[in-house]
């Protein structure tokens, strides 16, 4: 990343995760007003490129051309660049990484990034149908094969190989619900036990209804501007120290070998370490993709934070909540936020302002944190994505 500039996070603004009332061009008005709200001396003139991270829109709300389209509801005028991202559940991630590389790179200056999804609509069959061709729809998706059964084999299958029980996947659910029940902003805002999971429907062996994340609309927005601009809109920039992304060649079923090892996102943590020159040891918050209970566990093992097969002792123990070895979705994760597909990336980043300007309840603060990742998965875990923020640039990380 040599003559790259510093780019930091100035601004950012949420909406109400949840089944709203609202229509898509809402979330994102509304989104749009909170991060001006929180970047006042902002004149939206000043924007030069926009990004905007949207899975759907075609199937769920019938509107494509969508980048445009925020630019007017929005009211900005782009000289430099717009576009849509699109990688399913990780459209948001992949939208502010894009937008971090437009403004290090010097083709824009500052730069807005809007993550949004409505999935909630009359017909549940529309949302169904629409996530079943995330995988492969002609070999998988007529089969009925989405996400629940693909992440219930992965279950199955570390349960078996390493001994992991239901009620430890049920502790990652009564963690995230503990710290989503001091979020305003998430969709489920009341703590869970372990019973209380184990007792829920179940949808998918051993996946239960508290196992899985929900159907969600919601919409974030973030500014990004260059190390020479950033302190004329904040004195606590957060940033942006880099990104990865590693896909393996398996988007069918049969393509995907052993499910208890994802071996991409290994490969992806381990590729940002090593351009960061850090280890796991040297983060002190994560938000990774928990959108299902199951996910959380092999996360924290391919991230690092313990070895293989450990994930289930891990939360066990306690390690993943704030005060442990690493604070782990200390925002509730999407597992209490809900999972908008094109937003889900874009709040991890709110949430990692958030935190760093210790704008968040006592109870779910990490005091002193100085180093943070965000995780995103897409598909069936084949596509893995990571961004690393802080409060130190990244010539002067320790």
Known sequence: MIGMREVAIVGAGITRFGVREASWRDLVQEAGKAVFDDVPNLDRKDIDSLFVGAAQPERWVFQTHVAPYVAELLGINVSRVISRTEVACASGQA????????VATGLSDIAMVVGVEKMNSKFMSVSQSSMINVGNREFDGVNGFTAPPFFAMVAQRHMHEFGTTSEQLAMIRVKNSYY???????????????????GSRMVAPPLTLFDCSAITDGACALILASEERAREFTDTPVWILGGVQHVDSAHTTNQFGDLSHWVGLRKAANDLYSMLKISPEDIDMAEVHDCFTISEIL???????????????????????IGGKVAVNPGGGLLSNGHPLGATGVRQAWEMVMQFRGDVPKERYVDGAELGIAHNLSGMAQLHHIMAYSINKRKDLK
């Open 180 to 198: 989503g029940a001091r979020n305003p902003y998430a969709q489920f805002q009341k703590e869970v036990t372990v019973e209380k999971v184990l």
């Open 299 to 321: 996360e924290y093992e391919e991230l690092g934070f313990c070895r293989k097969g450990e994930g289930g002792k891990f939360i066990e123990e306690g390690e993943s909540y």
């Open 95 to 102: 939208a502010i990484r894009y937008a971090w590389l437009a």
